[in-house]
């Protein structure tokens, strides 16, 4: 099995996959990232790579994961599309995408009337899971499940 982790950053992910005994290569523009990549996961092949233009051929993985990432590309379309072309055609891909409607930014508007997000990234995007299921329908991605996740609310002692 071959694993793609496109914006792999830390490289915790690609850890995970070498321990499961996968082939496991990661992207990231940061060199940074990678840097710490190296040191977590030290038997991944590992390049600094832009997620809208992949530098493998075409049904390369069997699978492809994007946790967290697809959201602060520059062309979101593009890299859906980058990340259908290197898989396989009986390949599957794993998307971690921010949810427009996150329970805690609900709540965030209705006790001050913002949402709260604070962010350090230059793109940020934020939809519904009909507007990402959209995108990645339309791109070459089609989705089979969806499952939820909210992060762990801490209680105030």
């Known amino acids: 099995m071959t694993l793609l982790d496109i914006a792999c950053g830390g490289g915790h992910f690609l850890r995970a996959a070498l321990a499961a005994g996968t082939v496991a290569v990661g992207v990231d523009l ?3 990232a990678l840097k710490l990549a190296r040191a977590n996961a030290p038997g991944a092949a590992l390049l600094c790579a832009n997620g809208e233009g992949l530098p493998f051929g075409p049904s390369t993985f069997d699978y ?33 995408l921010p949810n427009s409607y996150f329970l805690m930014t609900i709540l965030n508007v209705w006790r001050s009337g913002s949402t709260g997000r604070r962010t350090d990234q230059e793109v940020d995007r934020w939809a519904t899971r009909g507007e ?15 499952l939820k996740y909210n992060y762990r609310v801490r209680q105030a002692p």
């Open 30 to 32: 940061s060199t940074e």
């Open 132 to 146: 990402w299921t959209r995108l990645l329908d339309e791109n070459g991605l089609r989705v089979r499940s969806v």
């Open 64 to 96: 492809a994961v994007n946790l967290g990432g697809l959201e602060h590309f520059l062309d979101p379309a593009l890299g859906v599309r980058e990340m259908a072309r290197v898989l396989k055609p009986d390949g599957r891909a794993v998307l971690l």
